[in-house]
């Protein structure tokens, strides 16, 4: 079943396992995504802008995107969406939808895309970080709201202040979402092969104790799509990984991340019934969101959380 077909079924059956993502996805095919996710909107925009043409956001004001089906359960409190690359306006290699001020795409395409996304959410403001692969947290706090131009270096956010959208950028690293409906917290947490090596899941998990008084075993966490076992391959593991990460290895050189990010949030308290794995691997579906192994020079996907407002 393809389409709008298929479409309507899968929101009548939300949430259940779906059909396999073929690589050949693309946004007039309107083929769906599979595992612990589900879409929310279907992409029916064409791409008509002339070379030259100023380009609209209004005319992409209706991206994909999906949802854990956990997480939206809550959706009276928080609203979330793991983007892909389609719906935007940037123009190949980044096609479409890019969020990478540092991909080369040009910076009027990036403005457009984010503005796209800020108004799927509503979000009053969007927050994002340079990310550089380290263990640094951002904590979003009302009154101490980052501007856009004086973004800082991090690899994850975390606030309690509805209507505050937490933007993380990837294309093969793992972009995580951590829900405390207890405290009414949300973290938005970048996290590639050297954020499971520093624990930055740890560190944020820590930091939300420590500020909000969160209880590991109320959280609620979605690991979205990012590189697979099947592609996560390190010739150098022996130098990069701890040995304590051979138990993640599932064949030669190669390692299952997803694993270890549930391994690393389960050691902290938090309920294997609470965490989703996506389980999409980005280098095998680059018709639906970027790769860095499996494309080189291309954009950045979005994965976004905002509390609402009750």
Avoid at 148 to 171: F, R
Avoid at 288 to 305: C, D, H, I, L, P
């Amino acid at each position: 079943m393809h389409g709008q077909g298929l479409f309507q079924a899968l929101i009548r059956n939300t949430p259940s396992p779906f059909i396999s993502l073929p690589r050949n996805w693309n946004d007039k095919s309107g083929i769906l995504l599979s595992g612990d996710m589900f879409i929310r909107r279907l992409f029916t925009g064409t791409r008509t802008t002339l070379p030259g043409q100023t380009l609209n956001p209004r005319q992409w004001d209706r991206p994909p995107y999906f949802q854990f089906p956990k997480l939206a359960a809550h959706y009276d409190r928080l609203d979330h969406a793991v983007f892909t690359r389609h719906g935007g306006t940037s123009t190949q290699p980044w096609d479409s939808l890019n969020t990478g001020h540092t991909t080369g795409d040009q910076a009027r395409h990036i403005k457009y895309n984010l503005d796209i996304i800020q108004k799927r959410l509503g979000a009053k403001h969007l927050v994002s970080m340079n990310q550089v692969h380290g263990q640094d947290i951002l904590v979003v706090r009302r009154g101490c709201i980052p501007l856009p131009e004086s973004i800082v270096d991090g690899d994850a956010m975390i606030t309690d202040v509805p209507d505050i959208a937490l933007l993380i950028k990837q294309a093969d690293c793992q972009g995580i979402i951590i829900f405390d409906p207890i405290k009414e917290v949300v973290a938005c947490i970048h996290c590639g092969w050297r954020g499971n090596v520093c624990n930055i899941l740890d560190s944020v998990i820590k930091r939300m104790k420590s500020e909000f008084g969160s209880s590991p075993g109320d959280l609620l966490a979605g690991i979205g799509p990012s590189l697979g076992p099947c592609c996560a391959e390190f010739v150098t593991h022996e130098e990069i990984f701890p040995a304590k990460f051979k138990r993640f290895m599932t064949q030669k050189l190669h390692f299952d991340l997803w694993e270890t990010s549930r391994a690393q949030l389960l050691k902290t308290g938090m309920k294997n019934k609470n965490i989703e794995i996506a389980s999409i691997c980005t280098k095998c579906n680059t018709g639906v969101f970027y790769s860095y192994r499996g494309e080189g020079e291309t954009g950045r996907f979005a994965t976004v959380a905002m509390l609402k407002k009750r």
